[in-house]
């Protein structure tokens, strides 16, 4: 037999095992493991906005969000004193004892809206607030670029499970709660009225 036959014989036995296992790595349509998906990083607060939440609600203050949160070209934050460990109950959302929206007006915060046992602004109590202190909230929120931010009050340990919508209302420009179809602004009371002076 032919002497390079042989070489190319003999070659061709050692290369083929080679091929073979390099084929199976390939993995014949397989593909390469992916790595884990993962979560967007939480925007970090900055120093600034988490010293004025806590200038205005004390320590355990934690910062929810922050940025142009009415759409108005102003930064603003909402914080609250949140619950820690709150068990789920039936009403979805972040239990706290306090919140608060705040703006940055050159250079100072003030505050727009507060919940602590009632809602809120600086024009006097929010339409639909309980008459009774609410000693906590169910609080949900969402933000987007086209809406702003809009803000979901449900009173824990009250009687009333009515949920109180508010949102900037860029007519009166502040923070306002809206009515049951969460359609129109209420107006402001400037105090709430027991319920016996309701009756007269």
Avoid at 88 to 97: E, H, I, N, P, S
Avoid at 165 to 177: C, F, G, M, P
Wanted: charged share 20%; glycine share 6%.
């Amino acid at each position: 037999m032919n002497r390079s036959l042989l070489g190319s014989l003999s070659c061709a036995r050692i290369l083929s095992p080679i091929l073979a296992v390099a084929f199976l790595l390939t993995g014949c349509g397989s593909e390469a493991p992916k790595p884990e998906a993962q979560k967007p990083a939480e925007p970090v607060v900055p120093e600034e906005v988490q010293d004025a939440a806590k200038a205005f609600l004390g320590s355990e203050t934690t910062v929810l969000l922050f940025g142009d949160l009415a759409l108005n070209g102003k930064q603003e934050f909402l914080a609250a004193n949140v619950v820690p460990n709150t068990p789920k109950k039936m009403v979805a959302g972040t239990a706290v004892t306090r919140a608060i929206i705040a703006e940055n007006d050159d250079g100072k915060w003030v505050e727009l809206m507060r919940a602590d046992e009632h809602l809120k602004n600086q024009n006097g109590y929010l339409g639909l607030t309980p008459l009774q202190p609410v000693s906590g909230w169910k609080l949900q929120y969402e933000n987007s670029a086209e809406k702003g931010m809009a803000l979901y009050f449900t009173p824990i340990t009250s009687n009333s499970t009515r949920t109180i919508a508010v949102k900037y209302n860029r007519e009166t420009k502040r923070y306002q709660s809206l009515d049951l179809n969460y359609e129109h602004f209420l107006t402001e009371a400037p105090s709430l009225e027991s319920p016996r002076s309701m009756l007269r």
